[in-house]
């Protein structure tokens, strides 16, 4: 019998990993902020949802280290947490392209 290719810890770990990419108004979200810096209104903006739901979205995603914030007095912006993040979202889409 072949060994563990990989442990279940780290099944684990990649199976939540890939729950929390999977919701379209989340990978919406990450997909903006791998183009730049922005604030909760204009990501609210962006996915037509309410300041409060993208609020929601972006604590789950700073909880999964997928984005960061920085606050500039009342503002606060978020940007992607580091750049494996978009790294992971543009060979996905590289990959999604060869499709045909």
Do not use: P, W
């Not at 280290?65 to 009342?74: A, C, D, N, S, T």
């Not at 606060?76 to 992971?88: G, L, R, T």
């Amino acid at each position: 019998m072949n060994k563990e290719l990989i442990n279940d810890d780290l099944a684990y770990t990649l199976a939540e990993f890939y729950k929390i990419m999977s919701d379209h108004t989340r990978m919406k979200i990450i997909y903006a902020l791998t183009k730049k810096e922005l604030c909760v209104g204009e990501l609210s903006e962006i996915v037509n949802m309410s300041q409060t739901a993208v609020s929601y979205q972006l604590r789950i995603l700073r909880g999964a280290r997928l984005v960061k914030y920085r606050r500039e007095g009342k503002m606060i912006f978020y940007s992607i947490d580091d750049e494996h993040v978009s790294d992971i979202i543009n060979t996905t889409i590289i990959h999604l392209g060869h499709e045909e």
